[in-house]
């Protein structure tokens, strides 16, 4: 399962920036998508998920109200769009893929996430 991250770069705080996660020759509706990241020295940590419906997104508490998780049924990709964006945010983010049967279960721990992309560095500065 390949996936593929992109969109990252360095912004000012406050700006926004749009991830984008595709999955080559296989739909994204097929299995749970979600967003992690990773600062340097810190754990990697959930940010976003969405199931495969595409009904039931989960959001960790730093990211409500400020990202939001989607899928682009027609170009096969998973965007996660950060607005209002912190020197906090600062980090490698990883798009993920977990295959579930249930259409509505949206996982938030990354073990539960078999598949990973090669990460896209989100830099912010204050």
């Known amino acids: 399962v390949q996936l593929q991250a992109s969109g990252g770069g360095l912004v000012q705080a406050e700006d926004s920036l749009r991830l984008s996660c595709a999955r080559p020759g296989r739909s994204v509706s097929s299995v749970v998508m979600g967003w992690f990241r990773q600062a340097p020295g810190k754990e990697r940590e959930f940010v976003a998920a969405?199931?495969?419906?595409?009904?039931?997104?989960f959001y960790a508490d730093f990211a409500k109200g400020r990202f939001t998780i989607s899928r682009d049924s027609a170009k096969n990709t998973v965007t996660l769009q950060m607005n209002s964006l912190k020197p906090e945010d600062t980090a490698v983010y990883y798009c993920?893929?977990?295959?579930?049967?249930?259409?509505?279960?949206?996982?938030?721990?990354?073990?539960?996430?078999?598949?990973w992309g090669q990460g896209t560095l989100v830099t912010v500065s204050s």
């Open positions: 969405i199931s495969r419906s595409g009904g039931n997104t």
């Open positions: 993920a893929a977990a295959i579930y049967a249930s259409t509505q279960f949206v996982p938030k721990n990354r073990v539960e996430y078999a598949y």
